[in-house]
Every structure is written in C-alpha cells, then in structure tokens.
C-alpha cells in the first residue's frame, strides 16, 4: 500500500507567481490535512477536507491560499502571488476517518520564493 | 485547548550516552501523543505513539517514551545515542482534527 505522495518535492517560484501543490492520500483514505512548516518551526496546522468539502480551516492564511480536495484527483494547496514568507515545508497527510483516526504523513514539498 | 511544549531546542550528547528529549502535554481529555523524527530536507517518520494502552510505549531504532499522567510528560529517551540519531525530533498531540506539533529539539550526537 503506497503512502502519501506529494509532488512536486521541491518548487521554486518568482515572487508573484502562483504554486500548486499535489497531495495524493494513501488508498482508502477520504480525510486529508495540510501542515506548514516554516524554517526552524514546528509544523501548524493549516485546512482539514474530506471529499469535496472543507471542513476546518482555520489555520489557513485568510488570503492567496486555498485547498480542495475534489471527488476524483489529488487535492491541492494553492498560494497565489507568492511572497517570501511563503517559503516553507508544506505537508499533507491523511487519514480514513476522523478525527479518531491516525494521520500518516507524506514526505512533503519545499517550496522556495525568490 | 491542547498543546505540548518541548523544552529544549537543542541537546547535544556523546555517542554511547543517554539520550533524553523532553515534551509536555496540555490536554483536557485523555491525549493521544506521538513523537516524529524528522532528517534534514525530509518528511516526518513516527517514531512512537502512546494511545492511552501501555503508559511505556516501544518505538522504532531502539526509542521509548513514558506517559506520566501526573507529570503531563511524555519524554523520549534511548539508553546509548548513535551518530544516525541526529536529527529533530517532534512531539505531537492529537485534537480536534489536527495534530499541534511542539516546536522540535534538534539533537546533536558528538563522536
């Protein structure tokens, strides 16, 4: 059984340009969270989504970023007009219920803002 | 609200020497805590996780930690430290649909 897979591993991007992040949860799984983590912090807690729905996102930056996770295909994490503080580890994870459920990490995207 | 503190961002030990991470817990139910390793430029690997079973809980590359209720501690200990143990370590505690990670203990092992 793969785990999470996340793509790309690494991004760069031009302050100004928009990122799009992939996460694939683990076969099975209909819950997924995104996590940042930004240099020499722990990771915080960002948007939790089931299939289609949004359910908490609460940790989300209330603008440029965005997630969804639709009914077919992986969800994605998107930041437009990317600035420097964007720059971060960002991780998914996954989970096939909730909120009783472990969460299994994948191996995150770095993304770098230049 | 529940939270967990590390104390300590860095801790250096000798190679053969007692490692000892320590991690905090605030939680208003019974928590459920993990501790995660995370190597330079990669994803976190789960080390161990205490479940409210065995209050001694056993994990991967010879880690263990200890759930003490009355000390709110959740401590992560490995009797002799090699050099493929450097690395950051994170501490976790469940809530409500999200894992809130403590902010890391970057160990250094000298030769």
């Known amino acids: 059984n793969a785990g999470v897979m996340q793509n790309p591993r690494h991004l760069v991007r031009r302050r100004g340009q928009e990122a799009r992040l992939r996460c694939s949860p683990m076969k099975g799984h209909s819950h997924v969270y995104w996590y940042r983590q930004l240099p020499e912090e722990g990771l915080k807690f960002m948007v939790y989504l089931q299939k289609e729905n949004i359910i908490d996102e609460s940790g989300m930056p209330k603008e440029r970023f965005s997630a969804e996770f639709p009914k077919e295909g992986p969800s994605i994490l998107r930041i437009q007009q990317v600035v420097r503080g964007d720059s971060a580890a960002y991780f998914c994870?996954?989970?096939?219920?909730?909120?009783?459920?472990?969460?299994?990490f994948g191996p995150g995207t770095r993304l770098t803002v230049t | 609200a529940q939270s967990v503190t590390q104390l300590g961002s860095h801790v250096s030990v000798s190679e053969g020497a007692l490692v000892l991470l320590r991690c905090n817990y605030s939680?208003?139910?019974?928590?459920?805590l993990f501790w995660y390793v995370q190597y330079p430029n990669q994803g976190l690997q789960l080390l161990l996780k205490?479940?409210?079973?065995?209050?001694l809980v056993k994990g991967i590359n010879g880690f263990e930690a200890e759930f003490k209720k009355s000390e709110t501690s959740f401590h992560l200990t490995k009797p002799s430290a090699h050099m493929s143990d450097a690395a950051e370590y994170f501490c976790?505690?469940?809530?409500?649909?999200?894992?809130?990670f403590g902010t890391g203990t970057r160990l250094k092992v000298l030769a």
């Open positions: 205490y479940t409210s079973a065995a209050t």
């Open positions: 976790a505690v469940r809530g409500t649909y999200k894992y809130i």
């Open positions: 994870a996954s989970s096939p219920g909730s909120p009783d459920y472990e969460q299994y």
């Open positions: 939680s208003s139910v019974p928590p459920y």
